[in-house]
């Protein structure tokens, strides 16, 4: 049959499985926009108040759901507003196909109105990116991309259609979704001397990260830790691979990792590092990260291996491949003995004992959520000291509940994707946690949380500063607050009414729980100011470059 190649844009999407997509129209994009309008029975499309935005919700779309985020932009300001999200999914290899319009052919390369070349802007930050400039072409690449976005270490992929192509006719042929084959064991030579080496280990520690959610590995990992009797330290992209009540899991590893984490990578003779990249904010001190221990690679991308840290031993492959192959022949290890020294070290500073202040303390309203939410519930942060709190004090019992911009450390990530997540669970409820910086990068987003009824619960860390920044340069400038006092007026109470969205406030710690519980009661979007301390801190905290010798536990 003959299709326009907006028709065959919106045929391929189907093909693939695709039932929503986030976007923002436009004069490129057009003739797709009016096929989208034909598809409507087959395509939900969530309209959001910038294509940032729109990037952000493909994005947590994808992360809660583990199928591949689809974002649909117009040329030029359309195309670029989207670089950050793109950056920020490739970062932490999550599966986006972006589709964007462009000029017409004819008038590529001659600076036309909203033309720019997106193809190659951003191929540092995506797996591939295609410019289609046949008609015959367009099904074959958009095929192909949503292939690349989820072979291997998965990521963004992005496709370019000039106007013209949308519009130019041609024979479809339907096809199937390609079956995409997890990655075989590059080394299985390997298998039997990493298990030799976790039988003579004494004190192993399994450094987890988020390759194992992205495998869908988890049922296998917990096996595995399990087997072999190890402590579980996640990085932020891990959490949630092994629920944070199984007495394996010791929490969050790195900068702003527990005491507890840190001495078990000091005292460690054995670091299996699953699914994980040795990021600086694990690794601060990369020559004397683990230098005691033997250190063990479990990574589907070659080109990690021995990028940040010099490993004994790896295994290249899919990690849910790996750990199955792990598991064939290996014993029941014990480690009881050092996993009581950890329980020691997990009780050297006791969280419990917290400093009186006027204000909510952060540990509280995040374990107050904890009490109020279910495990499917999902959890969505922006980035900065709330971030790492979440990181400390949440309790993420199941997979793929937990997003956050890790690598990117991508400031108005979260309300973007929040939506994505709460469009495609219509029966959990999402959290936002976000600051008041962060806020203030995504908060015209509420229109969108309003336009579609979706009933987030936006809790915003209100410090009235630049909390992470700040706290740096408490610790590193002298006190001196460049830039991170910045007195804004806002009222997100206001804010919020001026939206249509219902506006909270909690001042102080007896108000934390009844507002809460008010929130959730309401279905329908919220937005809690939560005024705590301009003095609070994430801590403890390993300066940057350093080790967990010096820690910085009070300021």
Not at 373 to 393: E, N, R
Request: a negative charge; aromatic letters at 6%; hydrophobic letters at 40%.
């Amino acid at each position: 049959m003959k299709l326009t190649g907006a028709d065959i844009i919106c045929e391929c999407l189907v093909e693939q499985g695709v039932d929503t997509v986030f976007g923002y129209p436009g004069g490129a994009a057009l003739n797709t926009y009016d096929a989208l309008y034909k598809y409507s029975d087959k395509i939900d499309h969530i309209l959001t108040a910038h294509e940032q935005g729109a990037s952000h919700a493909a994005d947590g779309y994808a992360r809660s759901t583990g199928k591949t985020g689809v974002v649909i932009t117009t040329s030029g300001p359309g195309a670029t507003n989207i670089v950050t999200g793109l950056a920020t999914a490739n970062i932490d290899s999550i599966p986006i196909v972006a589709i964007t319009g462009n000029v017409n052919t004819d008038q590529l390369g001659r600076d036309s109105f909203q033309e720019v070349d997106i193809v190659n802007i951003v191929k540092p930050i995506t797996k591939a990116s295609y410019l289609v400039t046949k008609i015959e072409d367009l099904a074959p690449t958009i095929r192909k991309a949503f292939a690349l976005a989820n072979a291997g270490r998965k990521g963004p992929v992005l496709v370019d259609v000039p106007k013209d192509i949308t519009a130019a006719m041609t024979e479809f042929t339907p096809g199937e979704p390609a079956v995409t084959e997890p990655m075989q064991i590059a080394n299985p030579d390997s298998i039997e001397r990493v298990q030799e080496m976790i039988r003579k280990s004494r004190r192993p520690m399994i450094y987890a990260g988020g390759g194992i959610l992205s495998a869908d590995a988890c049922v296998e990992f917990r096996t595995f830790a399990e087997l072999i009797d190890a402590p579980v330290c996640c990085s932020l992209m891990g959490l949630g691979c092994l629920p944070a009540s199984h007495p394996l899991c010791i929490g969050n590893i790195g900068m702003h990792g527990g005491y507890e984490t840190g001495m078990i990578t000091a005292g460690c003779d054995l670091i299996i590092a699953c699914g994980a990249r040795f990021s600086d904010r694990v690794a601060g001190d990369r020559e004397k990260f683990g230098e005691q221990a033997k250190i063990v690679q479990l990574e589907i991308d070659k080109n990690e291996i021995n990028k940040n840290v010099h490993v004994d031993e790896y295994i290249l492959g899919d990690a849910k491949i790996i750990l199955k192959a792990l598991l064939d022949g290996m014993e029941q290890q014990d480690h009881s003995h050092w996993l009581d020294k950890i329980d020691e070290w997990k009780h050297r500073f006791d969280k419990s004992s917290r400093p009186k202040s006027l204000y909510p303390l952060p540990g509280e309203v995040i374990e107050a959520v904890n009490k109020i939410k279910d495990d499917s519930d999902i959890i969505a942060t922006d980035v900065g000291q709330h971030q790492m709190w979440v990181a400390q004090f949440a309790k993420i019992e199941q997979e793929k509940t937990l997003l956050t911009s890790g690598g990117m450390g991508t400031m108005g990530f979260g309300m973007g994707a929040a939506i994505g997540a709460q469009v495609s669970h219509p029966n959990e409820r999402v959290f936002l946690f976000t600051g008041d910086g962060s806020f203030h990068m995504n908060l015209n987003e509420l229109v969108t949380v309003k336009s579609y009824h979706l009933p987030v619960v936006i809790i915003v860390m209100n410090n009235t500063v630049l909390g992470m920044v700040r706290q740096w340069q408490k610790l590193f400038y002298g006190s001196r607050f460049s830039q991170t006092d910045p007195h804004r007026a806002t009222d997100f109470v206001d804010l919020a009414k001026a939206f249509g969205v219902e506006g909270m406030r909690i001042t102080k710690s007896e108000e934390v729980v009844p507002t809460l519980e008010k929130a959730v009661a309401l279905n329908a979007p919220v937005v809690i100011d939560c005024q705590i301390s301009p003095d609070a801190n994430v801590l403890p905290m390993i300066p940057p470059g350093k080790t967990v010798n010096e820690i910085v536990t009070e300021m």
